[in-house]
């Protein structure tokens, strides 16, 4: 046999060996392939302490505020705690509101404990979803499809909502009374416990604020180019009219049960004004004008008025019975939230620096951004503390707003206005 015969046996032998071991690594071994995950996507969900074991949910129940119903668990650990600041969700939402139920734990020693609840809705899908402050889990509690809800607006109970969204393939907001029932023999394995059911209410409505103690609402309604204050329950039954006036573009607030405020929306191009109504006697009354960029956040007792002004840049300043005085910090004040049970207290959302701008316009556009600090103020001894620097907790860049506490103001809520991810801050840690 000749030389170069054998020489290409040997070469065709050793392409069989190859193939055969190149076989037996990647597939009778089972190596998978590695995939990399760039960190610095924006759009990659890193969560809050990732060692921590998720604890079992207690499957809490939403009930009445008067109501004792309680329900019992074998899985509650009561010695539980989570960390300070806690990302609830990162999908985008579409408001939320806390209240508080009774959880009764199982066992020989059985006993009762409240947990404070968080109650969402995906803003794609209109799914509810709640969050208690006993497990890291997230309980989905209704699978009804409404999409693209933009705001939201709960009673006490949490069992009740307006919805507003922009009817598809237009601009225009059309506005739903929900009410979240129990689905009838709902088998809690196969589905979600509650369904919504509701109906439309006016087109007019441009604005919704809730009362303080949670059982009705004040719209804001444009008819014939004027602006039209209404009282009403969430379903818009027994609607009384108590303010009218040329101007449309107002934002509203309902701070204590007979005083609601109406502001004209905030622009660094044009005064604005503030005016209280009266909902017992409909009078109304001017409290701040000719201010540019005005924002306003009354205080629980309507006693005081925190106020931002805007321009190439934005001030805070409070304003207590004829005194006015700047604030230490300086932020927008739609990102704060005054106490109810502390009534000179006020939570805000402060900046850490603020950017080249025209505010508070360039904000609202979302044309610049913020990274936020939590502060306290305590508006009768002008004393402010730093309650929690978010970057330092959750290495993520926290533009906070729609600030809410829980019923006991244990925990802060609020939105992060870059992906609109709802966040909770425990205020005892």
């Known amino acids: 046999m000749r030389k170069s015969t054998i020489f290409i046996i040997i070469l065709i032998l050793l392409a069989i060996a190859g193939a055969g071991f190149y076989y037996w690594l990647y597939f009778m071994r089972g190596v998978e392939p590695v995939v990399i995950i760039d960190s610095t996507d924006p759009n990659v969900f890193t969560p809050i302490n990732t060692n921590v074991t998720p604890r079992p949910t207690a499957e809490p129940i939403i009930t009445p505020i008067p109501d004792t119903t309680s329900t019992t668990t074998d899985n509650i650990d009561t010695t539980f705690q989570m960390p300070k600041l806690r990302q609830i969700s990162s999908t985008p939402v579409a408001g939320m509101s806390a209240s508080t139920t009774k ?23 209109g799914h509810v979803s709640q969050a208690n ?46 009410e979240i029932r129990p689905v009838p023999n709902a088998i809690a394995s196969s589905t979600t416990p509650f369904e919504i059911k509701g109906k439309y209410l006016s087109e007019n409505i441009n604005q919704v604020a809730v009362s303080p103690q949670g059982d009705r609402i004040f719209t804001w309604n444009i008819e014939g180019g004027k602006g039209v204050g209404y009282i009403s329950a969430f379903d818009e039954k027994n609607k009384t009219k108590i303010f009218e006036t040329p101007i449309t573009q107002m934002n509203i607030d309902w701070p204590e049960a007979s005083v609601v405020t109406a502001t004209t929306k905030s622009s660094s191009v044009i005064n604005g004004y503030a005016y209280t109504i009266n909902t017992k006697t409909t009078e109304s009354k001017k409290v701040l004008g000719g201010i540019r960029g005005l924002s306003i956040k009354m205080s629980n007792d309507a006693k005081k008025i925190l106020y ?23 932020t927008i004040v739609d990102k704060c939230v005054w106490s109810k049970l502390r009534k000179n207290e006020v939570y805000c959302a402060v900046p ?32 402010v503390h730093l309650l929690a620097n978010l970057l330092d907790l959750s290495k993520t860049l ?13 925990y802060l809520y609020f939105i992060n206005k870059r992906d609109l991810s709802l966040w909770s801050l425990d205020l005892n840690q």
Not at 143 to 166: D, H, V
Request: aromatic fraction near 10%; charge should be negative; glycine fraction near 6%.
């Open 133 to 178: 402050n006993l497990s890291f889990d997230i309980e989905k509690i209704s699978n009804t499809t409404l999409p693209k809800i933009y705001e939201t607006y709960w009673n006490k109970n949490l069992n009740l909502s307006i919805l507003r969204y922009l009817k598809e393939n237009t601009d225009i907001i059309t506005n739903f009374y929900a």
């Open 308 to 330: 931002s002004s805007g321009g190439s840049t934005f001030s805070t300043n409070l304003l207590s019975g004829l005194e006015n005085s700047e604030v230490i910090f300086n």
């Open 103 to 125: 959880i009764r734990t199982g066992g020989l020693a059985s006993t009762t404990v409240e947990a404070v609840i968080v109650r969402f809705m995906d803003r794609g899908t």
């Open 352 to 383: 850490v620096e603020i950017p080249t701008g025209t505010y508070p316009d360039d904000w609202y556009k979302g044309v610049v951004s913020f990274i936020d600090q939590i502060w306290i103020l305590d508006t009768d001894t002008g004393e």
């Open 398 to 410: 926290i533009d906070a707003t729609e600030l809410t506490l829980d019923p006991s103001e244990n």
